[in-house]
């Protein structure tokens, strides 16, 4: 039987998918469980390690035991070995290990990548597709909405309404041996928010927890464009300005087996007896404003049509809808909406941009600058048109400049300097008036 190392070093010799599959089928029919357990260790995102930096090995002798690095492994999981001490044993291993079995695959788990184009993906479709259960992984999965546009059935009843923010959803789960782990949506451990993790551990050695728990929330900082970054850095820059809202609550079993039975009006409950005895404890932690509403009245239809303005006017993504009696369900789900409100500015023409590639001749974009509702906006406009306009529109460029156009957005945002006011995802909507600078 191949060892994992080898097994590794063959999966990165050919980038065919099929290739790998077969690989890991034939692993699979020889009961290869080392190989397995170690990329379930490595593609498992809950199981998570604490150390940041792994070093390459040149050792060219030794040969360590797979369940002794199991026990090591865990150890650091479970974080009853730390800090200096999590490195010395690791530099033990290090030593007693050959290069190839170190580098190929000890540390590839501790780096959780296995760097040969296998996720947890590739080895659960293998093994769903030949009856292999024992070596599927779990995937990380947390709940989403659906877009209301398209479920406007369910916009009936009594529902939660909440802002979406404009930021990075955060997965936090808080063990209940202590230790703090955060992770965005698609199961990347997030290591830039060192403050609010920190905080996240004073409130559970004050208030000791009786089972782990996952906190779902949102992250925003300043400047949207440099959360983005500080968020897929690779090294450890630290956003010591950023706040997260939370506004959901579940036991980690739950988020684990993929749905919570506990309905969400019951686990906004939860939540927010749980922010109010940790409080003192989390300075850049806030609780989720709510309000609750009935569809089905005039009153619940004006506060959330009212609601809806101000969420645009304040400049925020858009709104989410609740179902205050629906579980918790790590899949898209209807039981939670997101609605997009689109906005509409009117601003004058600057410039015309030439298209490059398929709209090289023709308009690539219009750059459009000028002052509506009290703010002062400059942005380029390249979407929304369609192949005849893009000709058109090029062929009178001259003419269109002091033209007044009308562009539909997402969202009012800061421009990247700063100095100005710009437009998320802005397109083309149609011009306005019949003389330049003429609003209607």
């Not at 559970?204 to 996952?214: H, P």
């Not at 906006?377 to 033209?403: A, C, H, M, P, T």
């Amino acid at each position: 039987m191949k060892k994992p190392y080898e097994i590794i070093k063959e999966l990165e010799s050919n980038n065919s998918r099929l290739f790998k599959e077969s690989v890991i089928l034939r692993e699979m029919r020889m009961g290869n469980d080392i190989f397995f357990e170690g990329a379930n260790f490595a593609c498992d995102k809950l199981k998570t390690f604490g150390i940041k930096k792994v070093p390459i090995s040149k050792n060219l002798n030794g040969e360590t035991n797979w369940e002794k690095f199991k026990v090591f492994l865990n150890n650091l999981m479970n974080r009853n070995i730390t800090g200096n001490s999590a490195k010395e044993h690791m530099n033990d291993f290090i030593k007693n290990t050959c290069m190839d079995e170190w580098n190929y695959f000890y540390r590839r788990i501790l780096i959780k990548d296995l760097r040969c184009g296998v996720s947890e993906k590739t080895i659960n479709n293998v093994a769903k597709k030949n009856n292999f259960e024992k070596y599927q992984i779990a995937v990380f999965n947390c709940q989403l909405a659906q877009d209301s546009e398209l479920h406007q059935k369910k916009l009936v009843g009594n529902k939660i309404i909440e802002v979406k923010l404009d930021g990075v959803r955060v997965i936090t789960i808080l063990y209940k041996s202590g230790n703090v782990v955060m992770f965005s949506r698609n199961g990347k451990e997030l290591n830039n928010f060192d403050h609010i993790t920190r905080q996240f551990r004073d409130s559970t050695q004050k208030n000791t927890l009786n089972e782990s728990l996952v906190i779902d929330g949102e992250i925003v900082s300043k400047n949207f464009q440099e959360l983005m970054k500080q968020i897929y850095r690779k090294d450890n820059v630290q956003n010591s300005d950023a706040i997260l809202y939370v506004f959901d609550y579940l036991a980690l079993k739950d988020f684990q087996s993929g749905k919570s039975n506990v309905k969400q009006i019951d686990r906004i409950s939860m939540l927010s007896k749980w922010f109010a005895l940790n409080k003192p404890y989390l300075k850049n932690v806030k609780l989720m404003p709510r309000e609750y509403i009935n569809l089905e009245t005039t009153e619940g239809k004006n506060i959330f049509k009212n609601f809806n303005n101000r969420a645009v006017e304040k400049g925020y993504e858009g709104i989410m809808i609740k179902d205050p009696n629906a579980n918790y369900e790590c899949k898209r789900s209807t039981s939670w909406l997101k609605s997009k409100p689109v906005i509409e500015v009117s601003l004058k023409v600057k410039s015309i941009e030439e298209g490059t590639g398929r709209n090289s001749g023709k308009l690539g974009a219009i750059a459009v600058e000028g002052q509506d509702n009290d703010k002062y906006f400059q942005l380029s406009v390249g979407s929304g048109f369609s192949d005849k306009q893009r000709i058109e529109f090029w062929e009178k460029k001259k003419d269109l400049i002091g033209q007044i156009i009308e562009v539909k957005a997402d969202a009012v945002t800061k421009s990247q300097d700063g100095e100005f006011w710009s437009l998320r995802f802005p397109r083309f909507k149609t011009f306005r008036g019949f003389k330049k600078t003429e609003k209607l």
